[in-house]
């Protein structure tokens, strides 16, 4: 495992239509995951470490802020960055995220949440986002990073789908749709779709806290703003991005879904969730689930092999203590 080298951090023009950060070195091995508490034990860093990942995704839920009160989110954002198994795992591999609502700020919350600006803040310090990233220009925490060059190039997207998200409808506590309402705001969709159109990237990685394919279960996901979802695939039809693979957290479970998309083909959603504490009771139905319904403490692998002509990729999700549970699951085979 290595810290990617400076000129790997190339800045690249402030414009909107450029990716934010580029790194030389291609990636082989990129590791996930979402919901940590930072007051509870953090020995899963360790074995995360073990897998020699080039990159961390945070997937949100970072840390668990939910305060109005920014001196109490940055003291906590500092209680997980300078941990003892933490600090040592960010000095050897390069650590992108985004977030979710505990670190955002609230549960459950979006647009109306009264302190977005100054969390944003202190969650790109959390991430080391260099001042100079074109990240810092825009409102939200919206970020685009490509790794490697050529044929080898993956481009990560992390989706920002708290600060610009509508009403979150609930009855009876089971979340319901919003038909009107946004989750990425226009700017950001904007933004995304020169992100996308005529990208030479080999791979997609499209990050957000919430998970984008399930529809049934009755949290929070992309399906309570239909037709926000249904953008996205349009979108995806419309720019033909390459191999577009979305990345989730959230849930305290872990999984893989599959979604065939006319026009465009098969993306997939691996959500791995639940670093410090999971949802063990959980026994709900994804119909697009391949593979296990992950209900205990996890964090999730993706291994790249770009020997030959076309790149393979497969997911792992192995528990807090290193054993393997699900994978490896070839989706790009």
Same mark, same amino acid.
């Given at each position: 495992?290595?810290?990617?080298?400076?000129l790997?951090?190339?800045?690249?023009?402030?414009?909107?239509?450029?990716?934010?950060?580029?790194?030389?070195?291609?990636?082989?091995?990129i590791?996930?995951g979402?919901?940590?508490?930072?007051?509870?034990?953090?020995?899963?860093?360790?074995?995360?470490?073990?897998?020699?990942?080039?990159?961390?995704?945070?997937?949100?839920?970072?840390?668990?802020?939910?305060?109005?009160?920014?001196?109490?989110?940055?003291?906590?954002?500092a209680?997980?960055?300078?941990?003892?198994?933490?600090?040592?795992?960010?000095?050897?591999?390069?650590?992108?995220?985004i977030?979710?609502?505990?670190?955002?700020?609230?549960?459950?919350?979006?647009?109306?949440?009264?302190?977005?600006?100054?969390?944003?803040?202190?969650?790109?310090?959390?991430?080391?986002?260099?001042?100079?990233? =074109? %990240?810092?220009?825009?409102? +939200?925490?919206?970020?685009? /990073?490509? @790794?490697?060059? *050529?044929?080898?190039k993956?481009?990560?997207?992390?989706?920002?789908?708290?600060?610009?998200?509508?009403?979150?409808?609930?009855?009876?506590?089971?979340?319901?749709?919003?038909?009107?309402?946004?989750?990425?705001?226009?700017?950001?969709?904007?933004?995304?779709?020169?992100?996308?159109?005529?990208?030479?990237?080999?791979?997609?990685?499209i990050?957000?806290?919430?998970?984008?394919?399930?529809?049934?279960?009755?949290?929070?996901?992309?399906?309570n703003?239909?037709?926000?979802?249904?953008?996205?695939?349009?979108l995806?039809?419309?720019?033909?991005?390459?191999?577009?693979?979305?990345?989730?957290?959230?849930?305290?479970?872990?999984?893989? =879904? %599959?979604?065939?998309?006319? +026009?465009?083909?098969?993306? /997939?959603? @691996?959500?791995? *969730?639940?670093?410090?504490?999971?949802?063990?009771?959980?026994?709900?139905?994804?119909?697009?689930?391949?593979?296990?319904?992950?209900?205990?403490?996890?964090?999730?692998?993706?291994?790249?092999?770009?020997?030959?002509?076309?790149?393979?990729?497969?997911?792992?999700?192995?528990?807090?203590?290193?054993?393997?549970?699900?994978?490896?699951?070839?989706?790009?085979?």
């Open positions: 495992m290595k810290k990617l080298t400076a790997a951090l190339c800045l690249i023009s402030l414009s909107v239509t450029a990716q934010d950060i580029v790194f030389k070195e291609a990636l082989q091995t590791a996930i979402s919901c940590n508490r930072q007051e509870l034990p953090q020995h899963i860093w360790n074995n995360i470490a073990k897998h020699n990942p080039d990159l961390w995704i945070w997937l949100g839920d970072n840390i668990y802020g939910d305060t109005n009160d920014m001196a109490v989110m940055k003291a906590k954002y209680q997980q960055k300078n941990g003892k198994e933490y600090s040592a795992f960010r000095k050897k591999a390069e650590v992108i995220g977030w979710d609502d505990h670190d955002f700020g609230k549960n459950d919350a979006g647009s109306e949440y009264a302190f977005k600006d100054e969390s944003r803040d202190l969650m790109f310090d959390f991430l080391d986002v260099p001042k100079s990233s =074109a %990240a810092w220009e825009r409102k +939200g925490g919206y970020q685009s /990073y490509t @790794f490697g060059e *050529s044929s080898q993956i481009k990560v997207i992390l989706l920002d789908a708290r600060y610009f998200r509508g009403a979150l409808l609930r009855e009876n506590g089971v979340s319901q749709k919003n038909w009107e309402g946004q989750v990425l705001g226009e700017a950001q969709w904007e933004w995304l779709e020169k992100e996308l159109t005529n990208s030479d990237a080999a791979i997609h990685l990050s957000s806290g919430i998970q984008f394919i399930a529809t049934e279960h009755r949290f929070e996901k992309w399906d703003f239909p037709k926000e979802r249904q953008r996205m695939l349009d995806l039809v419309k720019t033909q991005a390459k191999n577009a693979i979305f990345l989730s957290g959230d849930r305290h479970i872990s999984e893989v =879904a %599959a979604l065939h998309v006319p +026009g465009y083909g098969m993306t /997939y959603d @691996f959500t791995s *969730s639940g670093m410090t504490h999971s949802y063990t009771a959980s026994t709900e139905y994804n119909s697009y689930r391949i593979g296990k319904l992950v209900t205990e403490k996890s964090f999730g692998l993706i291994n790249i092999d770009w020997s030959g002509n076309e790149p393979k990729v497969s997911f792992t999700i192995r528990r807090d203590d290193n054993e393997l549970i699900d994978g490896p699951i070839a989706i790009l085979k």
